[in-house]
């Protein structure tokens, strides 16, 4: 059975390789920084092999990203959110035990 979501993993994969290649990183760079191995971030680049989660954090990091800056690049928002992500992010953050930041509070300031 094929992948229902393969075309939106390859989206992300390219996402991430153009992000690379516009901040001037190299592959090498990119296997240095991110303990992966400069074959596999081509592989995964050019979609021989499917990007994982661990893929995209780790890519993340070394390109000094944070992972859902690479989702919101290669997903824009095509509709409006069903719920209200601010508050959903204060409930989860309530739910595993973590501070939860003033309703003025700069937005980034709840991804940390």
Same mark, same amino acid.
């Given at each position: 059975?094929?992948?229902?979501?393969? &075309?939106?993993?390859?989206? @992300? +994969?390219?996402?991430?390789?153009?992000? /690379?290649?516009? =901040?001037?990183?190299?592959?090498? *760079?990119?296997?240095?920084?991110?303990?992966?191995?400069?074959?596999?971030?081509?592989?995964?680049?050019?979609?021989?092999?499917?990007? &994982?989660?661990?893929?995209? @954090? +780790?890519l993340?990091?070394a390109?000094? /990203?944070?992972? =859902?800056?690479?989702?919101?690049? *290669?997903?824009?928002?095509?509709?409006?959110?069903?719920i209200?992500?601010?508050?959903?992010?204060?409930?989860?953050?309530?739910?595993?035990?973590?501070?939860?930041?003033?309703?003025?509070?700069?937005?980034?300031?709840?991804?940390q």
């Open positions: 059975m094929a992948d229902p979501y393969e &075309e939106e993993i390859r989206r @992300l +994969a390219k996402t991430i390789a153009t992000v /690379a290649e516009l =901040a001037g990183r190299s592959v090498e *760079a990119l296997a240095a920084s991110s303990g992966l191995p400069a074959e596999e971030i081509r592989a995964l680049f050019d979609g021989s092999r499917k990007l &994982e989660i661990v893929h995209v @954090l +780790a993340a990091e390109l000094h /990203a944070h992972p =859902a800056e690479l989702f919101l690049v *290669a997903f824009p928002r095509r509709h409006q959110r069903p209200d992500a601010r508050e959903l992010i204060v409930k989860i953050r309530e739910h595993h035990g973590l501070p939860v930041p003033d309703d003025d509070a700069d937005p980034d300031d709840l991804m």
